[in-house]
């Protein structure tokens, strides 16, 4: 009989940890997807401008591509109300 309370105890705090603060401190998944969109986006920009500041140095400039629109299209990403979204 005790194990069956001790059961239904671990059970019951198990279901409402779940339910309550294990979801409550969780982003949702569209806010992490936007995230990572952000942070993706954040990292391509960052290396296409090392790279193009390379090319100057290195006298090979004239290639005037926009690095946003060049990582958006690799990510398959547009910009909407400033956030970085997924086409799919």
Not at 5 to 10: K, P, T
Not at 23 to 41: F, T, V, Y
Not at 63 to 87: F, P, S, T
């Amino acid at each position: 009989m005790v194990k069956w309370i001790v059961l239904a105890v671990v059970v019951g705090a198990g279901y409402w940890y779940w339910t309550g603060p294990y979801h409550a401190g969780r982003p949702d998944s569209d806010e992490m997807r936007l995230r990572e969109n952000a942070e993706k986006m954040r990292k391509c920009m960052r290396r296409e401008a090392s790279m193009a500041g390379a090319a100057g140095i290195a006298g090979v400039g004239g290639i005037a591509d926009d690095g946003e629109q060049l990582c958006a299209d690799k990510y398959n990403l547009y910009k909407h109300e400033g956030q970085w979204h997924n086409y799919e």
